[in-house]
């Protein structure tokens, strides 16, 4: 079944929603609305955006359209996607290359060029980046950031809001914990445990993140039942393995 899905949503008015509202224009969506934490300060001049945080302390109004939090800061999106309880879609550039054995939960994006292969489950809200290869069998945690180029092998698990650097390399069967950031251009050949920061090749843990009040805030995304309207658009441009 293929649902039209013409208009959307942004949260988060930055750089992150430029690169969302062109993969939405380019798979024939149009962004409708934009909501932002501060407004004024918002990069996005196109049209006008609302005050998100104030609207979430009124109630988040009903949206006739699906939405996408289109914030770069894993921690962020997660506190935001446990708070807002609307019907989230999905950003997958045309360009991208997903098995139709792949599952990609809602609210996600996948940038241009991007590979996901069979047998992978990607989560909610997760951010895709440019080029980034993802092997089959691979389990991505809600929130988590895959850079652009980075490499994941066969049977990889990313925790929950990790976030995996530019062109950083993970060998197959890795598990890689929650709220972790791997350095770019790492070479990931041991469990890395949740947490922790691991950096070059091989990669070595170098800390353990501090600010753990992130894991504080219920960070369930709010909503899992929405339809992902563009990934069944991009069911039209998208490449099949
Ligand atoms: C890993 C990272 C988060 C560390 O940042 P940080 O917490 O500010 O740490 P610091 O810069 O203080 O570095 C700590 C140590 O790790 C080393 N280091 C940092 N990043 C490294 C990397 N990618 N590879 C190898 N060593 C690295 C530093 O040289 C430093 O070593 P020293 O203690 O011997 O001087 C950051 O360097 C990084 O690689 N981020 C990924 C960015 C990215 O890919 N973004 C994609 C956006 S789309």
Redesign the pocket.
């Known amino acids: 079944m293929s649902i039209a899905i013409n208009n959307m949503y942004l949260y988060g008015a930055g750089g992150h929603s430029k690169v969302i509202t062109d993969i939405l224009n380019s798979l024939g969506i149009t962004v409708i609305g934009m909501f932002d934490d501060s407004p004024p300060m918002a990069r996005f001049k196109a049209m006008e955006i609302r005050d998100g945080i104030r609207l979430l302390g009124e109630g988040f109004p009903a949206l006739d359209a699906p939405l996408i939090i289109s914030v770069g800061n894993n921690a962020r999106r997660a506190e935001l996607a446990s708070l807002i309880d609307a019907t989230y879609g999905t950003a997958i550039h045309g360009t991208a290359i997903i098995s139709d054995k792949a599952t990609i939960d809602v609210g996600t994006v996948v940038l241009h060029g991007a590979i996901v292969q069979a047998g992978t489950k990607i989560g909610a809200h997760v951010l895709i980046?440019t080029a980034a290869s993802i092997d089959h069998d691979n389990t991505i945690g809600d929130y988590a950031h895959i850079?652009?180029h980075a490499t994941l092998c066969g049977h990889v698990q990313v925790g929950e809001g990790t976030?995996i650097?530019?062109g950083a390399i993970v060998i197959p069967s890795i598990r890689i914990g929650r709220w972790c950031?791997i350095?770019?251009?790492?070479v990931v050949i041991e469990d890395i445990p949740d947490f922790a920061?691991a950096?070059?090749n091989p990669a070595r843990v170098?800390?353990l993140r501090q600010d753990l009040d992130i894991v504080n805030f219920p960070i369930e995304p709010a909503a899992r039942h929405s339809i992902s309207g563009s990934l069944l658009n991009s069911n039209l441009n998208t490449p099949r393995l």
């Open positions: 980046n850079s652009p976030h650097g530019a950031t350095g770019a251009g790492a920061t950096v070059g170098i800390k």
